[in-house]
């Protein structure tokens, strides 16, 4: 177990504030305030704040064992992954005390669901690449060997919204495959992966295989990600940071994954059991919003319009807003000041260029950081709030004729990484569920996930496909063998 080093006491679970590189815990001469959004005033930790040194410490100490890790067979690795998704299995409800505290997503989500589902991302890869058979086949009188090589240290960036469950989803995959990892959590939710260093050190993965470093975007992100040694990038988080991501990777010739924004549709036809529909729309402002593949876009057909609006008014009514570590709270507190001023202005701007502001549109209550769960009806297709990610509490409502219009709608931002449809006909499930363009569209469900399957999106939603055997080719060099018939005994 490395030593101790600085830490803090957060509701009653002992949290480090230090970086974890090499199997140690090490500081920096520089902090950064993390504060609570259940309480602006509540300030939970000073963390260390990495720099351009800490990166260089963290990519030396994965480069060094890197050859070591590589070479395990796939079943002696998933060992390690199994022993670390049992100790998050144990400290579930630690893990979602802090989560709350940091991020304020709702406690009782957390513990039921969220954090469960790191440890199975860690368990499901460990399995799915011991799993893995070559693929092997003849032709041009040899025989074909394909099989998967790990690739080398890889950078691990994710946003603060669920930091656990996408930071451990995005390192699964890395470890799994025979890379070794440096994950940097986001600056405003440190500490549930601070958390995760404490399970990877008494997991006892080999020092240096699953690094874990706290610091800012620009300062440790970019110094990360610009080593020439590190030979693959996955990162989750807005467009405008992977455009800096992926210079660095063009740089360095490193393949890049990114998972970014969404501006999902949510399809409600004239066939649609409206009751689950109006249910289903009145739940994006779960989370405040905060989720990437949240349909926000409402698209309505004319003639259930009514219908619908008032069945989702009434649900919409339904939502609790409070402290996340209360079970009758739905609707949590943002993230921060500054993202409550972001999704402020969207609504600002809205209404000041002649949107119509249906319901909410303000601060809930002047001190705390909750916005109203928001409507609004935009002027045109055109209008921001339509074609921009606002990332919190905040829909926008429009309908339409034919499907084909619906559809016209649905595709018509740039992004694309999900979609929502309503309809109880089987034809139109599947001929819109094709025309969507999205790398995920549900029909009559939201957010069922099986972890084999792709994950990604069109568009500036992203570049690259997680999830599965997609995201262990893309955490390998993936090697064809030749070797002519008869030529070898
Ligand atoms: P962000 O892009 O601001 O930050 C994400 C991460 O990148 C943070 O760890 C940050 O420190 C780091 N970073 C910032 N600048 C960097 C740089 N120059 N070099 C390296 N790293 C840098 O995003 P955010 O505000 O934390 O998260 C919200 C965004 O994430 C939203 O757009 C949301 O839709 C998206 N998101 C996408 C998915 C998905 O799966 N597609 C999931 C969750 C969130």
């Known amino acids: 177990m490395a030593k101790q080093g600085n830490r803090v006491n957060v509701e009653g679970v002992s949290v480090s504030t230090d970086h974890y590189i090499g199997g140690e815990r090490v500081s920096s001469p520089r902090t950064f305030e993390d504060r609570s959004p259940l309480d602006w005033d509540w300030k939970l930790a000073d963390i260390a704040r990495g720099d351009a040194d800490t990166a260089n410490a963290a990519v030396t100490a994965a480069a060094e064992i890197f050859p070591a890790w590589a070479t395990l067979s796939a079943l002696e690795r998933a060992a390690y992954l199994e022993r670390l998704a049992r100790l998050i299995e144990e400290r579930v409800d630690d893990l979602a005390t802090v989560e709350c505290s940091d991020m304020a997503m709702l406690e009782e989500s957390l513990r039921l669901r969220v954090i469960a589902r790191g440890a199975r991302n860690f368990r499901a890869y460990g399995e799915l690449a011991a799993d893995y058979e070559e693929r092997v086949w003849e032709s041009n009188n040899t025989r074909n060997r394909v099989m998967r090589m790990p690739a080398g240290p890889a950078v691990i960036i994710t946003p603060w919204n669920a930091p656990f469950m996408l930071s451990t989803w995005k390192c699964a995959p890395a470890l799994a495959a025979g890379n070794t990892v440096i994950l940097k959590p986001a600056e405003w939710s440190p500490l549930s992966c601070a958390l995760l260093a404490d399970l990877v ?13 706290q610091g800012c975007g620009e300062e440790l992100g970019a110094a990360l990600v610009s ?22 990777a063009a740089e360095n010739i490193v393949p890049f994954t990114a998972e970014l924004g969404g501006k999902g549709p949510l399809m409600v036809f ?3 059991d409206l009751d689950a529909a109006a249910k289903k729309a009145a739940a994006q402002f779960d989370d405040s919003g905060q989720v990437c593949l949240a349909g926000t876009r409402l698209l309505v057909q004319d003639s259930v319009s009514d219908a619908f609006l008032e069945k989702f008014h009434a649900d919409t009514d339904e939502h609790v807003l409070g402290d996340s ?3 009758t709270t739905t609707i949590s507190p943002v993230i921060h000041p500054e993202h409550l001023a972001h999704i402020g202005g969207f609504v600002d701007r809205a209404r000041a260029a002649g949107d119509e502001i249906v319901r909410g549109g303000k601060v809930w209550k002047e001190g705390g950081l909750w916005y109203e769960p928001t409507l609004i009806r935009p002027q045109s297709n055109r209008s921001e709030v339509v074609q921009k990610e606002i990332f919190g509490p905040v829909l926008t409502y429009q309908t339409f004729g034919t499907e084909e219009e619906g559809v016209v709608l649905a595709n018509s931002t740039d992004y694309g990484l999900s979609g929502i449809i309503y309809t109880q006909s ?24 099986d972890l084999t399957a792709p994950f990604g999106g069109f568009g500036i939603s992203g570049m690259g496909r997680e999830g599965g055997d997609y995201a262990l080719d893309f955490h390998s060099e993936l090697k064809t063998l030749q070797i002519l018939e008869d030529s070898t005994r």
Do not use: K, Q, Y
């Open 426 to 449: 089987a034809e139109r499930a599947d001929r819109v569920g094709r025309a969507v363009r999205a790398g995920t569209v549900w029909v009559n469900c939201f957010l069922v996930r």
């Open 270 to 272: 004239e066939d649609a």
């Open 201 to 213: 050190d008494e997991a006892g993965f080999p020092p240096g295989v699953f690094n874990i470093v």
């Open 325 to 327: 570590r209360d079970p």
């Open 227 to 248: 080593d020439p040694r590190v030979r693959r990038i996955s990162f989750t988080g807005s467009p405008e940071t992977a455009r800096h991501i992926g210079r660095s």
